[in-house]
């Protein structure tokens, strides 16, 4: 099972950092990631692997949404799944 996780908001030091800690702690693997900062705008999409997440996907999506309004980020989760229909021609 994978989640597509976005982050966008303004560039700062350990935004990187802080998402990876909760994916390692929550033992969501980090599959692949892009990062760009166009300006001052940080903009990075994760691929994770949560087949052998310690906790529920809401519980690992609502930690990823907490630490992105603590930093003024927008996080979001969403499930492989999901993602897929939403982009299906």
């Known amino acids: 099972m994978r989640t ?4 966008i908001g303004k560039d700062a030091v ?3 950092a802080k ?16 990062q760009s900062v166009m300006q001052e705008i940080f903009v990075m ?14 519980d690992f999506k609502e930690e990823l949404k907490q630490i992105g309004t603590q930093k003024g980020l927008d996080v979001r989760v969403i499930h ?10």
């Open 14 to 16: 350990g935004i990187i």
């Open 4 to 7: 597509v996780v976005t982050v």
């Open 45 to 58: 999409v994760m691929l994770t692997d949560i087949s052998d997440i310690n906790c529920s996907f809401s």
């Open 19 to 34: 998402v990876s800690e909760i994916c390692s702690d929550k033992n969501a693997n980090i599959i692949d990631i892009t």
């Open 80 to 89: 492989e799944d999901v993602f897929n229909s939403m982009h299906r021609i």
